[in-house]
């Protein structure tokens, strides 16, 4: 009897510890872009810390940033944008978010809602394999993390046609299980639950300047969709649910640059909005970004974008919610650390970058006083995206119409912006780095000196006499120098 005891326990003993293996070999290989991306979804949610979801493809992952909505706003946001999500899988990502929080309100993009097939891996239906490959790899993104349950069965149904990509989503092992030559660390890390995780709340943010530019053929004024689509079927879904839960929900069409398509499916969108009685919020053609500086790609925002975008949704909501202004709040001081962080990383982005008109982008944010100048000959005054990105930040056209030199002061302390072109000059001029005076002298040689210490000239240096353009970057409340770059544009474009 005794034996068959010391079996039966070994039995056991060795079955629990090949369940351990086999689960923590699952959790190793498996890759890690869901966990990492909502991460601090499940803990916040715990806490019922989330007011706002805001869902819908990689133009949301891009836009949206929750760290700048804290930060204006004190409103606690989670970004579940998914890389390529048509509607269809953005409504199921909804219900599956929900599962874990009731949010104050739902903020749903409409990108892609001319899309008009069932199935995501539907090839006949879609003949685009690019896009294919994208929506079925990236619903990975998006499914990866919530568990095995009859909602996720459910949803998976809904999105896949093939039974063998049905089984590979629905029981990660079967689509992960050779993934041995990927792992990393973080791999090892996430059985004990010390991964590494999005520090934006789901965001992601991209820093490039996309400056050449297409311009579609604008449809008829209001053209809308010639037929209902899935896309909409899915978009009317997404209102209904959050209507049934009592759930605000506010449809959106964040800005890029877009061809007619989206245009119209923009246009449709608002009259389905209009249909169902919910707010919309069409930014194609609206003042919100600057195509020439806000843009990473033709469809897709840079931070600067982001920023802007974040702060016009963040705005209507104070005018049309009753959302509350967490700042200050122990209990949402996790809020806090990390929008500091988000901000922390900017300013080291700024430093950091080389090339020109990304820095200017950044130095837009504000986080930086800083002093740009360019002399006479200077290729910035041929240069039409660089022209307009300093115009925008200038919010003046002086710089497109001179040949130079040419200086702009930005102080974010003051609030004040200070320019002057050809033979002008500054004269006392109240910044950070104290009361400056800038003065034209020749070709090479020009002043730029603090009152008080006029032996400082901040615009000469032996080292660097042929460099046309120089940015000076300060501390915006100390005024303290943080770094000085000299560019030049002769044979090339702003080399270092």
């Known amino acids: 009897m005794k034996r068959k005891i010391n079996i039966a326990l070994k039995c056991i003993f060795f079955t629990i510890t090949v369940g351990i293996i086999l689960y923590a070999t699952t959790i190793v290989l498996e890759r890690k872009d869901s966990l990492y ?3 601090d979804f499940f803990e916040l949610a715990k806490k019922d ?28 946001s989670y970004n579940m944008g ?14 599956e978010a929900l599962q ?11 990108y892609m809602l001319e899309k008009n097939y069932r199935y995501l891996d539907d090839r006949d239906a879609n003949p685009d394999e690019d896009e294919v490959n994208t929506s079925v790899e990236q619903l990975h993104l998006n499914m990866d993390v919530w568990p095995f349950n009859d909602l996720k069965v459910e949803a998976v149904n809904d999105l896949i046609q093939d039974k063998s990509i049905r089984r590979e989503f629905l029981f990660n092992f079967l689509v992960y299980h050779n993934r041995w030559e990927y792992i990393s660390e973080d791999d090892f890390k996430s059985v004990f639950g010390d991964e590494s995780k999005n520090e934006l709340f789901g965001a992601e943010m991209r820093y490039d300047v996309e400056t050449s530019f297409t311009f579609c053929k604008e449809p008829e004024k209001g053209e809308v969709l010639p037929e209902e689509t899935v896309g909409e079927r899915y978009l009317k879904a997404i209102i209904e649910e959050c209507k049934k839960r009592k759930i605000g929900v506010l449809v959106t069409f964040d800005p890029f640059n877009p061809e007619s398509k989206d245009i119209i499916a923009a246009n449709s969108a ?25 843009l990473n790609d033709h469809g897709h925002l840079n931070a600067v974008g982001s920023t802007k975008t974040t702060k016009a949704i963040g705005k ?30 900017i300013r080291d982005d700024t430093t950091d970058e080389d090339n020109l008109i990304s820095k200017l982008s950044l130095l837009s944010l504000g986080e930086y006083g800083f002093v740009f100048y360019c002399n006479e000959g200077s290729q910035v005054f041929t240069d039409k995206p660089m022209e307009h990105i300093i115009s925008g930040i200038a919010d003046s056209n002086m710089i497109k119409t001179t040949s130079g030199p040419y200086i702009l002061i930005k102080d ?32 090479d040689f020009r002043l730029l000196y603090e009152a008080d210490d006029q032996d400082t000239n901040y615009l000469y240096d032996d080292a660097h006499v042929s460099a046309d353009i120089q940015i000076i970057l300060y501390d915006k409340e100390t005024g303290e120098v943080v770094d000085q770059e000299y560019y030049t544009s002769k044979g090339g474009r702003y080399a270092r």
Not at 51 to 69: E, K, M, Q
Not at 82 to 95: D, F, I, K
Not at 100 to 110: E, G, L
Not at 414 to 427: P, R
Request: glycine share 6%; aromatic share 14%; proline share 3%.
């Open 316 to 345: 209507w909501l104070k005018s049309n919610s009753k959302l509350v202004d967490h700042r200050g709040d122990e209990a949402y001081a996790y809020w806090d650390e990390k929008s500091d962080n988000f901000y922390d990383s």
């Open 49 to 76: 810390q989330i007011d706002v979801l805001f869902i819908g493809s990689s133009h949301v992952i891009n836009a949206i940033n929750p760290t700048v909505l804290y930060n204006e706003y004190g409103y606690t």
């Open 100 to 110: 874990y929080t009731t949010p104050k309100w739902v903020v749903v993009d409409a």
């Open 37 to 39: 991306k909502y991460a």
């Open 412 to 443: 974010p302390k003051t609030g004040k912006t200070y320019e002057a072109e050809g033979v002008g000059s500054l004269e006392n001029v109240e910044t950070a780095m104290g009361h400056m005076y800038y003065q034209p002298v020749e070709q």
């Open 270 to 294: 608002g009259a389905i909005a209009k249909a169902c009685k919910v707010p919309y919020l069409n930014m194609l053609n609206s003042d919100v970004i600057d195509i020439y500086s806000d």
């Open 82 to 95: 998914g890389h390529g999500s048509l509607l269809q899988s953005t409504y199921w990502e909804l219900r």
